[in-house]
């Protein structure tokens, strides 16, 4: 490298290292700032250090402003470790959520909250729900939709009846990597991962290792388990937990779906206040005649109300033998939610708010 080459390699580092000291300084004063709002916080009888929607709305403001080099998603990675560092020099959160290190419950956990955070590792989804519901824990992270961990149905069936309270989502990408200590594919005699995980892998699986045993596992962190024990065993999970078990992977993104993700749902005692840009979910049972769940969804329509998901659960409690588990956009406050709540309320044979919340960017 010439000597031109190397004073401007200089003079960029020394540029870098100032802006830096900069940033450095700014956050001390961002500290500064929390500490007097911790202070004022402290004087109320119940001192909410989370607020998601202030927190939503702060990052929707940052990515309209993001610099041209930077995406938006680098933004809003930045800014909740930011976030979370300047939170913690208030309070330091406890969430509870399913499962060993490395699965996609912790892995969305961090994403959203931030790495200032003490996470509370439970056996069962019911252990997750009673941590909070007890306040052993402020949060409680749970997989509601398309995640490979076991508890989906048990969380949702336990949402119907606990006093908890949505209070944001995370929507996590699913990457599958093929993980294993093998030198190469032609090595692998098993693999080993969550059924769900197998099947959404299984047009790379059947062009690639179509011969070789497949191992259906409890969770992809126990399949990443067996292929750190066992030679030639290779697991399919995310990166996180490869990681945890110093594995390498051998393929990356082997899903057949690249726009595969997994949807998590942030519990608490606490209702939400709007952010501007809000989910409401809730449950209804419909009483037992024809078209009674046509004219129980008929007010979301005439209020103008979208309706983005709907799903059917059995409920063996009371006279219901099955409920709707129901998402539509807005909150609950905005006059258009409420006037369809109200009138779905009066009709329902049972209804429940399960949570207002900021939608997941």
């Not at 939709?145 to 949505?166: H, K, R, Y």
């Not at 409690?317 to 409420?338: L, T, Y």
Request: hydrophobic share 40%; net charge negative; glycine share 6%.
């Amino acid at each position: 490298m010439s000597d031109r080459s190397e004073n401007q390699l200089d003079q960029c580092r020394e540029r870098i290292d100032q802006i830096d000291d900069r940033i450095l300084e700014l956050m001390g004063e961002r500290l500064e700032v929390a500490r007097t709002i911790a202070g004022i916080k402290q004087a109320l009888s119940e001192p909410a250090y989370y607020r998601p929607e202030r927190e939503a709305q702060v990052l929707s403001r940052l990515r309209d402003l993001k610099p041209s080099l930077m995406s938006e998603d680098g933004v809003e990675s930045l800014f909740r470790v930011i976030m979370s560092i300047t939170r913690s020099s208030e309070t330091r959160l406890a969430v509870a959520l399913l499962g060993p290190e490395g699965t996609d419950s912790e892995i969305a956990t961090k994403r959203h909250f931030g790495p200032a955070i003490d996470i509370i590792r439970m056996p069962t989804v019911g252990e997750v729900f009673r941590s909070a519901e007890a306040g052993r824990t402020d949060f409680a992270v749970v997989p509601v939709e398309n995640s490979t961990e076991e508890g989906v149905s048990v969380a949702m069936d336990l949402l119907a009846n606990s006093p908890l309270l949505v209070c944001s989502e995370i929507c996590l990408p699913l990457h599958h990597n093929l993980i294993t200590a093998a030198p190469a594919v032609a090595d692998v005699r098993k693999v080993a991962a969550h059924p769900q995980t197998l099947s959404q892998c299984r047009h790379w699986l059947g062009s690639q290792l179509a011969e070789i045993e497949l191992v259906p596992c409890s969770s992809n962190a126990e399949g990443v388990r067996l292929a750190a024990e066992e030679p030639g065993v290779a697991a399919i999970a995310g990166k996180d937990i490869a990681d945890v078990h110093q594995l390498p992977v051998l393929v990356a993104n082997i899903e057949d779906d690249p726009g595969n993700s997994a949807r998590f749902l942030v519990l608490s005692m606490r209702d939400t206040p709007p952010s501007g840009d809000d989910k409401t979910s809730f449950l209804v049972a419909a009483h037992n005649r024809p078209g009674a769940l046509l004219q129980l969804l008929k007010p979301l329509a005439e209020h103008g109300v979208d309706m983005t998901r709907i799903e059917s659960r059995p409920f063996r409690s009371g006279n219901w033998e099955h409920v709707f588990f129901i998402d539509v956009k807005g909150h609950r406050d905005d006059p258009s939610v409420a006037g369809a709540l109200r009138e779905i309320q009066g009709e329902a044979g049972l209804f429940r708010h399960l949570g207002s919340y900021p939608a997941a960017s």
